[in-house]
């Protein structure tokens, strides 16, 4: 008789380990390792998912041995298995390094559509529904001046739709937090209309390619290609930092050492940030290997990202791209792993499993004998510390290829615009940089890393600050639907004119967001073209590129935006790059802030004459003499490093010693402090000194979506000791934890508050 040892789909960590359960004899064939099944659990018998790690042959003798009578599986739930031995023990690896369970950690190998026991249902092929306005926008904004038209969510949903043709439904579902309910209610009233379309075949058609043959590398692009090519040929792990300043050519070493790879019958994993922020880049690689790729990609269908699994499962493809989860793909025969702009801090997971995709990857490398390349102008402190430690090799590039030259920076003081009697946010220097811009016919790009129309909204009488009821932050005033946004929760309300608590109607704002800077910019300089990229204008499918090639292609004279305008992409007449709001980053309370601020101003900094035209940045700012500026005036990411590891070694901070953040959340802020009391006390309890536990300490935003926060931190040096000792301890509390609270675990956590 078949018996099948199974993890449950459990979150309870002290249920972290295998159960018995019979094998139906007519399912003897079809069950494998690493397939999921359904079993009855539990003193309640129900029904929970579980996959296969092991299958025994067991006598009768052998089987009368168990003191319980063990259960049959009632059903498999997958026709291909997609987690072997090999998965099993990186899934392992996960649970151990992050604080996880074994099974969460499978459930990143699992293929789109199979995360859930409903799979039939969820692989079904459907047609897409968009969702178009049928009225004009001066008629609904009429109605909403008049409040025919009252409802927050409908408001905040039609003014979306002002912005953008047309939307996919489940783009506004997930993007903008609206139920079906509410599209269905608008609809009936006459304002959209609900269109359906055929899903698109083959997600490479999306990418205009024109095939290109390999570029004649410079000499610092063909000394790092024969460097990575030499750690390729030597079949054995290799990690190495391409340490490339932007605009350097680091994407043409990438596709010429994938064509190595692919020639020694091997295949590459590439990851990016984000696919709908790099579409240049992916781009560059459809249009160079061709129908040789799968695309992972968030946007897409789950039967269309399923059928790329099949695909990379089966051999079929060499070159897998995609975002964070790419590295889970079912890649047998990996010969390199690169990591693009690996200082982006979207390749940690930030839910659980809390994982870092760059030690991920460094492990399968690791397995597979591959090579692994991080690349980046920016790198993460950590990354850069072990390549100066010689843990990894480094391959510099400084130098943009042809006549391209780094741009010039200029520091603007906002102190001295205030006493020239300049009350604007955007400075005189600026204004006359994008005037002469204008006049040249060369384009603007506007940096500003706050949405919205203004940040918050204040009473002048008695200070009270309009905030989400969620959640323990201020709304943002978004004046296109004149709503008040959190952006924590997506809790919108109408705006009000009088204070709730002392009914003043004297209420001020803070500093501008990008669509007050939008408007502020058609008032200084009339006819002026302008595009917005954030996160209020790139809800619909394809809305990044949709955008940028607008910019693009129209020239349009100025583009604002998020750091979503500083990744992945090269506009040639791009000659001026403003900078706004750096205050903000710079005086951010969190030991990575400072590696953050230096990263974006860089990276934006980076889109500025990266082709024959000069380019120019200017910083405004009221603190010119930051470390951290000088330092991306100097274009000098040594000298930033210098200052910044210095300081990490001297407060214990990453990659000196191990962060371990416990964070406590639930909506009884007294059972929240209760448990968080009582996790101090396990922590502190047989502490033989191998980790320091600080006190318990709420984080800069102490609720959010009516859940209550308390965090504690530990540090120290993580080792199998620390490890199995705070292991023992989470088992100890989560066996007594109270119903109504949860409690996370975060490795080294990017965000501390």
Same mark, same amino acid.
């Given at each position: 008789m078949?018996?099948?040892?199974?993890?449950?789909?459990?979150?309870?960590?002290?249920?972290?380990?295998?159960?018995?359960?019979?094998?139906?004899?007519?399912m003897e064939q079809d069950i494998k390792i690493g397939k999921r099944v359904l079993v009855s659990f539990g003193k309640g018998r129900s029904d929970e998912e579980a996959i296969i790690v092991k299958i025994e042959e067991k006598t009768d003798e052998e089987l009368k041995s168990y003191n319980y009578k063990l259960k049959e599986i009632i059903e498999i739930l997958d026709e291909v298995s997609y987690i072997n031995e090999s998965r099993l023990k990186l899934a392992k690896y996960i649970s151990f390094l992050y604080f996880c369970n074994v099974y969460d950690a499978l459930k990143l190998m699992l293929p789109p559509g199979t995360k859930s026991k409903n799979t039939k249902k969820s692989l079904n092929t459907k047609q897409n529904t968009l969702v178009k306005?049928?009225?004009?926008?001066?008629?609904?904004?009429?109605?909403?001046?008049?409040?025919?038209?009252?409802?927050?969510?409908?408001?905040?949903?039609?003014?979306?739709?002002?912005?953008?043709?047309?939307?996919?439904?489940?783009?506004?579902?997930?993007?903008?937090?609206?139920?079906?309910?509410?599209?269905?209610?608008?609809?009936?009233?006459?304002?959209?209309?609900?269109?359906?379309?055929?899903?698109?075949?083959?997600?490479?058609?999306?990418?205009?390619?024109?095939?290109?043959?390999?570029?004649?590398?410079?000499?610092?692009?063909?000394?790092?290609?024969?460097?990575?090519?030499?750690?390729?040929?030597?079949?054995?792990?290799k990690q190495c930092l391409l340490f490339g300043v932007t605009g350097s050519g680091k994407t043409e070493v990438y596709l010429q050492v994938i064509k190595r790879v692919l020639e020694k019958g091997k295949r590459a994993i590439v990851l990016v940030p984000e696919i709908s922020l790099t579409y240049q880049t992916v781009n560059r690689f459809v249009s160079r290997f061709g129908n040789n790729i799968a695309i992972l990609h968030s946007k897409m269908t789950v039967s269309k990202r399923k059928e790329e699994y099949k695909r990379i499962k089966n051999g079929e493809v060499d070159i897998i791209i995609g975002a964070r989860s790419a590295i889970f793909a079912p890649v047998d025969n990996l010969g390199l792993v690169i990591i693009d702009e690996e200082h982006d801090g979207s390749y940690y997971s930030q839910t659980t499993p809390k994982y870092s995709t760059k030690e991920v990857a460094s492990y399968i490398c690791k397995e597979n004998n591959a090579t692994l390349i991080l690349g980046s102008a920016t790198p993460e402190i950590s990354s850069f510390y072990k390549a100066q430690a010689g843990i990894m090799d480094i391959v510099t590039m400084e130098n943009r290829p042809g006549t391209a030259v780094m741009p010039k920076i200029e520091i603007v003081n906002?102190?001295?615009?205030?006493?020239?009697?300049?009350?604007?946010?955007?400075?005189?220097?600026?204004?006359?940089?994008?005037?002469?811009?204008?006049?040249?016919?060369?384009q603007t790009m506007i940096f500003l890393n706050r949405r919205g129309y203004l940040s918050y909204l204040r009473c002048n009488e008695c200070s009270y600050i309009f905030k989400c009821p969620n959640c323990d932050v201020a709304f943002v005033y978004h004046k296109t639907s004149n709503?008040?946004?959190?952006?924590?929760?997506?809790?919108?309300?109408?705006?009000?004119?009088?204070?709730?608590?002392?009914?003043?109607?004297?209420?001020?704002?803070?500093?501008? +967001?990008?669509?007050?800077?939008?408007?502020? /910019?058609?008032? *200084?300089?009339?006819?002026? =073209?302008? $595009?917005? @990229? %954030?996160?209020?204008?790139?809800?619909?499918?394809?809305?990044?590129?949709?955008?940028?090639?607008?910019?693009?292609?129209?020239?349009?004279?100025?583009?604002?935006?998020?750091?979503?305008?500083?990744? +992945?992409?090269?506009?040639?007449?791009?000659? /001026?790059?403003? *900078?706004?709001?750096?205050? =903000?980053? $710079?005086? @951010? %309370?969190?030991?990575?802030?400072?590696?953050?601020?230096?990263?974006?101003?860089?990276?934006?900094?980076?889109?500025?004459?990266?082709?024959?035209?000069?380019?120019?940045?200017?910083?405004?700012?009221?603190?010119?003499?930051?470390?951290?500026?000088?330092?991306v005036i100097n274009n000098s990411y040594i000298e930033f490093y210098e200052k910044e590891i210095k300081h990490r070694n001297e407060f214990g901070y990453p990659p000196f010693i191990d962060i371990v953040l416990f964070e406590i959340s639930g909506r009884n802020f007294y059972l929240v402090k209760s448990e968080i009391d009582r996790l101090y006390n396990i922590l502190n309890s047989e502490n033989t000194g191998i980790y320091k536990v600080f006190n318990p300490k709420a984080p800069f935003i102490q609720k959010i979506n009516n859940k209550f926060r308390v965090n504690i931190i530990v540090k120290t040096k993580l080792n199998t000791n620390s490890y199995n000792k705070l292991y023992e301890k989470i088992n100890i509390f989560n066996k007594t934890k109270k119903n109504g609270v949860n409690m996370v675990v975060t490795r080294n956590p990017i965000f501390i508050g």
């Amino acid at each position: 008789m078949k018996i099948a040892k199974v993890l449950i789909n459990t979150s309870v960590k002290s249920l972290n380990k295998v159960y018995d359960y019979l094998v139906p004899e007519k399912m003897e064939q079809d069950i494998k390792i690493g397939k999921r099944v359904l079993v009855s659990f539990g003193k309640g018998r129900s029904d929970e998912e579980a996959i296969i790690v092991k299958i025994e042959e067991k006598t009768d003798e052998e089987l009368k041995s168990y003191n319980y009578k063990l259960k049959e599986i009632i059903e498999i739930l997958d026709e291909v298995s997609y987690i072997n031995e090999s998965r099993l023990k990186l899934a392992k690896y996960i649970s151990f390094l992050y604080f996880c369970n074994v099974y969460d950690a499978l459930k990143l190998m699992l293929p789109p559509g199979t995360k859930s026991k409903n799979t039939k249902k969820s692989l079904n092929t459907k047609q897409n529904t968009l969702v178009k306005l049928i009225k004009n926008q001066e008629e609904i904004m009429e109605d909403i001046e008049n409040n025919v038209i009252t409802s927050a969510k409908h408001i905040k949903l039609l003014t979306f739709l002002m912005y953008n043709d047309y939307v996919l439904i489940n783009d506004i579902i997930d993007g903008l937090d609206i139920s079906r309910q509410v599209i269905n209610t608008v609809e009936k009233n006459g304002y959209i209309t609900l269109e359906k379309v055929d899903i698109k075949p083959d997600f490479l058609t999306e990418f205009k390619v024109s095939p290109t043959e390999p570029k004649k590398p410079t000499p610092e692009q063909e000394f790092a290609i024969d460097r990575i090519n030499s750690y390729i040929d030597s079949n054995e792990y290799k990690q190495c930092l391409l340490f490339g300043v932007t605009g350097s050519g680091k994407t043409e070493v990438y596709l010429q050492v994938i064509k190595r790879v692919l020639e020694k019958g091997k295949r590459a994993i590439v990851l990016v940030p984000e696919i709908s922020l790099t579409y240049q880049t992916v781009n560059r690689f459809v249009s160079r290997f061709g129908n040789n790729i799968a695309i992972l990609h968030s946007k897409m269908t789950v039967s269309k990202r399923k059928e790329e699994y099949k695909r990379i499962k089966n051999g079929e493809v060499d070159i897998i791209i995609g975002a964070r989860s790419a590295i889970f793909a079912p890649v047998d025969n990996l010969g390199l792993v690169i990591i693009d702009e690996e200082h982006d801090g979207s390749y940690y997971s930030q839910t659980t499993p809390k994982y870092s995709t760059k030690e991920v990857a460094s492990y399968i490398c690791k397995e597979n004998n591959a090579t692994l390349i991080l690349g980046s102008a920016t790198p993460e402190i950590s990354s850069f510390y072990k390549a100066q430690a010689g843990i990894m090799d480094i391959v510099t590039m400084e130098n943009r290829p042809g006549t391209a030259v780094m741009p010039k920076i200029e520091i603007v003081n906002m102190k001295y615009d205030r006493v020239l009697g300049n009350t604007s946010d955007i400075s005189l220097r600026l204004k006359e940089e994008i005037k002469k811009n204008i006049d040249k016919n060369e384009q603007t790009m506007i940096f500003l890393n706050r949405r919205g129309y203004l940040s918050y909204l204040r009473c002048n009488e008695c200070s009270y600050i309009f905030k989400c009821p969620n959640c323990d932050v201020a709304f943002v005033y978004h004046k296109t639907s004149n709503l008040l946004h959190c952006h924590y929760c997506s809790h919108v309300e109408r705006n009000v004119h009088k204070c709730p608590c002392c009914g003043s109607e004297n209420i001020s704002s803070s500093t501008i +967001g990008t669509q007050r800077l939008e408007e502020e /910019l058609k008032e *200084i300089f009339p006819g002026v =073209t302008t $595009l917005r @990229m %954030d996160a209020d204008t790139t809800v619909a499918k394809d809305s990044h590129q949709k955008i940028l090639d607008k910019f693009k292609n129209e020239n349009i004279n100025i583009l604002i935006g998020t750091q979503m305008i500083s990744k +992945g992409h090269d506009i040639e007449n791009v000659t /001026l790059v403003g *900078i706004l709001g750096v205050d =903000t980053m $710079l005086g @951010m %309370d969190d030991y990575l802030s400072s590696e953050r601020a230096f990263s974006n101003i860089s990276q934006v900094s980076g889109r500025a004459g990266r082709a024959k035209l000069p380019g120019r940045v200017l910083i405004q700012t009221n603190d010119p003499d930051n470390y951290i500026l000088n330092a991306v005036i100097n274009n000098s990411y040594i000298e930033f490093y210098e200052k910044e590891i210095k300081h990490r070694n001297e407060f214990g901070y990453p990659p000196f010693i191990d962060i371990v953040l416990f964070e406590i959340s639930g909506r009884n802020f007294y059972l929240v402090k209760s448990e968080i009391d009582r996790l101090y006390n396990i922590l502190n309890s047989e502490n033989t000194g191998i980790y320091k536990v600080f006190n318990p300490k709420a984080p800069f935003i102490q609720k959010i979506n009516n859940k209550f926060r308390v965090n504690i931190i530990v540090k120290t040096k993580l080792n199998t000791n620390s490890y199995n000792k705070l292991y023992e301890k989470i088992n100890i509390f989560n066996k007594t934890k109270k119903n109504g609270v949860n409690m996370v675990v975060t490795r080294n956590p990017i965000f501390i508050g």
